[in-house]
């Protein structure tokens, strides 16, 4: 059973208002990795994620994604030249 992306990104806002602030990206964490458990395809994943900028930070993390890493080779290249 399929659940619709847009169904599954208003069930995450409503019930993250119910979680204490400091407890939503632990939730976030966990409702994403659930989801990806699914075989839901990247293209899917990155969709949901766009719902909040917790969502957006999990797919980061689970991903593999840091954007300090990437941020800190580029200024490392520049000191070599």
Known sequence: ???ELDALGEVWL????YIAPKDRQ???DHVLAIVAD???VE?????????????KR???EYLGE????????DE???DDY
């Open 1 to 3: 059973m399929s659940i």
């Open 14 to 17: 409503t019930c993250k208002e």
């Open 26 to 28: 632990a939730a976030a």
């Open 38 to 40: 699914h075989n839901i």
């Open 43 to 55: 293209r899917d994943l990155k969709t949901f994620a766009g719902t909040d900028s917790y969502l």
């Open 58 to 60: 999990s797919l980061q």
């Open 66 to 73: 840091d954007e300090t890493e990437e941020a800190d080779y």
């Open 76 to 78: 490392d290249e520049d």
